[in-house]
Antibody
Framework: QVQLVQSGSYLKKPGASVRISCKTS????????MNWVRQAPGQGLEWMGW????????TYAQGFTGRFVFSSDTAVSTTYLEINNLEAADTAVYYC???????????WGQGSLVTVSS | QSALTQPASVSGSPGQSITISCSGT?????????VSWYQQHPGKAPKLIIY???SRPSGVSDRFSGSKSGNTASLTISGLQTDDEADYYC??????????FGGGTKLTVL
């Protein structure tokens, strides 16, 4: 069955970096794009962008350029989100989600909590 | 682009029907039939319940239905059950190769 398993929770200081992984199984990784979605505490879902896994080409939504980096490793069917120069406002749960096209995000990881605090 | 507009909350009694609206523009909801809906229970990941405006993934109850008129999409849940109590988010493809979420609607089953 389709599985997206994310790495755990993180407690980081402002200015540090974090790399979240999303390991997939049960489907052909390179036939899907992988999205990242942010959910701040008590807030709604926010689409951060996606990576076209076949080529590794990322697309970033407005507000997620510069400090945010998407990457993927087809050899291990895993996608990554790296956030650099962390700020308190980055405290959130980050989800990876699979999409066959622009039509839907049809499978989701369990989420990774990033807490940024001094 | 701005987020799509949803009511903050809706409520209904078991067995009743409710509708959640999702308002956008001609550059997103109104311009494409790529509207999807997600259900999120507290502390859980979102789950796809509607895609392409009105299609249901395998395994999703037919009590969930979607529609669109102009720049507004809607999610209707019929025969409300206590387990339907959750947050619901709409999503649409938008011009410029981007996806937009609505602000979310909290459904309370009284």
């Amino acid at each position: 069955q389709v599985q997206l398993v994310q790495s755990g929770s993180y407690l980081k200081k402002p200015g540090a970096s974090v790399r979240i992984s999303c390991k997939t199984s049960g489907f052909n990784f390179t036939t899907y794009s992988m999205n990242w979605v942010r959910q701040a505490p008590g807030q709604g879902l926010e689409w951060m962008g996606w990576i076209y896994t076949r080529t590794g080409n990322p697309t970033y939504a407005q507000g997620f350029t510069g400090r945010f980096v998407f990457s993927s490793d087809t050899a291990v069917s895993t996608t990554y989100l790296e956030i650099n120069n962390l700020e308190a406002a980055d405290t959130a749960v980050y989800y990876c989600a699979r999409s066959p096209s622009w039509r839907m995000l049809d499978s989701w990881g369990q989420g990774s909590l990033v807490t940024v605090s001094s | 682009q701005s987020a799509l507009t949803q009511p903050a909350s809706v409520s209904g009694s078991p067995g009743q029907s409710i509708t959640i609206s999702c308002s956008g523009t001609s550059s997103d909801v109104g311009g494409y039939n790529f509207v999807s809906w997600y259900q999120q229970h507290p502390g859980k990941a979102p789950k796809l319940i509607i895609y392409d405006v009105s299609s249901r993934p395998s395994g999703v109850s037919d009590r969930f239905s979607g529609s669109k008129s102009g720049n507004t999409a809607s999610l209707t849940i019929s025969g409300l059950q206590t387990d339907d109590e959750a947050d619901y988010y709409c999503n649409s493809y938008a011009r410029g190769n981007t996806l937009l979420f609505g602000g979310g609607t909290k459904l309370t089953v009284l």
